[in-house]
Structures are given as structure tokens and as C-alpha cells.
């Protein structure tokens, strides 16, 4: 099972470059959520979705879109890319947004933005 | 605001047995989690708990106190595998979690 796969590994863009990140889970979940990582940070949640055709602003919105066409993929993008963008950025997902459902994590996207 | 701290690094050898606090000040809670992160790699869960108590699973246990805005986890036997960051988080009233920085652990032979 592969439970859930994000694309790219890495890359290194350029400040204004637009990029994707893709993210898809075969589990069925319905919820699905996009952090980043930065040293000596927690995970900030950037967007999230509940249930495929929704979607919600996490802590640190600005500068990405989501967009939640079916159950399975929940890409991210930039639309014009910054520096403060470069990041660690993983993809995660729930049964439900419930109380005790625990968050399934992706691989994560390495970014670095110059 | 809501926050979470924990240890920014703790050393403890191995087959001895550790504890990471977390306290926690958020908007409403709906339970709290433990995840165990390698480095480089993802989170994965450890534990979840949402009533005041000791949860046990196999070498690891973690305990919680509301009233306190309190958590621990419990490390026993620690082996040289364990050495990773241990991240606390809580879900909020929005049922969103709000994480800590993570505690890195480094076992020591």
C-alpha cells in the first residue's frame, strides 16, 4: 500500500516561478492538510480540506492555493515564489477531521526558492 | 495566542528511560498527540490521548493532565533507534492541530 505519496522530492526554483506540489493518498481519507517545516518551528498548517470539494485557510495561508477536485489529490501551489517559501513542506491526511483521528504523513517536498 | 512547548534537545543513554514534558496553552482542546519524526524523514504517530491518564503502548507511554495544560511521554529501554524528535500536538477547538517545536532526543551508547 502506498499510502501517501508527494511529488516532487525536491527542487530549487526561482523567486516569481509558479510551482505545484503534488499530493495523493489511496486511503480514502477525507481529510487531507499541507504544513511546513522550518527549523526550530512546529508544523504550520497552510491549507487543509475536510472533504473533497472544500477547502480552509491553515496559520500561514498567504502565498499558496489549494484546490480539492476529488478525494485522492490535494495539490498545493505558488503562485510566485519567494524566498521565505524555501521550506520543507509535507502532506497529510485523516479518516475525518475527528477528535482521535491520527494524521497520516507524505515523504514531504524539499523547496528551495532563490 | 496558542502555544506549545517542549525541550528543545534532550541526551539520555541507552536501555535507560526518558521523559519529555509538553505544556500547552491553546484555544480548546480535543485531544493531544505524540509523533516520532527521524531526521529527514516524516512524522509518524506514537500516541493520543484526550483523557486525563497514562496511555501504554509496548517501551513507550504517555500521560496527560488537562487541569495542568500538561503531557509527558515516556521513554523505557531506550535503544539507539529511539534517537529522533518528538513532537507534541494539540487539536484545538477547530480541530486543527497546533504543534511544538519538537524535542531531539540523542541516545548515547
Known amino acids: 500500500t502506498a499510502g501517501i505519496t508527494q511529488a516532487p522530492t525536491s527542487q530549487i526554483l526561482a523567486a516569481g516561478r509558479s510551482m505545484t506540489l503534488r499530493c495523493t493518498q489511496d486511503m480514502r481519507h477525507n481529510a487531507m492538510y499541507w504544513y511546513r517545516q522550518d527549523l526550530g518551528l512546529g508544523l504550520r498548517l497552510i491549507h487543509y480540506?475536510?472533504?473533497?470539494?472544500?477547502?480552509g485557510k491553515g496559520e500561514v495561508p498567504d502565498g499558496y492555493s489549494v484546490s480539492r477536485a476529488n478525494t485522492d489529490d490535494f495539490p498545493l501551489t505558488l503562485a510566485s515564489a519567494v524566498p521565505s517559501q524555501t521550506s520543507v513542506y509535507f502532506c497529510?491526511?485523516?479518516?475525518?477531521?475527528?477528535?482521535?483521528?491520527?494524521?497520516?504523513f507524505g515523504p514531504g517536498t524539499r523547496l528551495t526558492v532563490l | 495566542g496558542q502555544n506549545i512547548d517542549q525541550p528543545t534537545e534532550m541526551t539520555a543513554t541507552e536501555g535507560a528511560i526518558v521523559q519529555i514534558n509538553c505544556t500547552y496553552q491553546?484555544?480548546?482542546?480535543?485531544?493531544l498527540f505524540w509523533y516520532q519524526q527521524h531526521a529527514g524523514e516524516a512524522p509518524t504517530f506514537l500516541s493520543y490521548n484526550v483523557l486525563d491518564g497514562l496511555e501504554e503502548k509496548g517501551r513507550f507511554s504517555s500521560f496527560l493532565s488537562r487541569s495542568k495544560g500538561y503531557s509527558y511521554l515516556l521513554l523505557k529501554e531506550l535503544q539507539m533507534k529511539d534517537s529522533a524528535s518528538y513532537l507534541c500536538a494539540v487539536k484545538d477547538s477547530n480541530y486543527q492541530l497546533i504543534w511544538g517545536a519538537g524535542t531531539k532526543l540523542i541516545i548515547k551508547p
Open positions: 480540506s475536510n472533504t473533497a470539494g472544500t477547502t
Open positions: 491553546t484555544s480548546g482542546f480535543n485531544g
Open positions: 497529510a491526511s485523516s479518516p475525518s477531521s475527528g477528535e482521535g483521528d491520527e494524521q497520516f
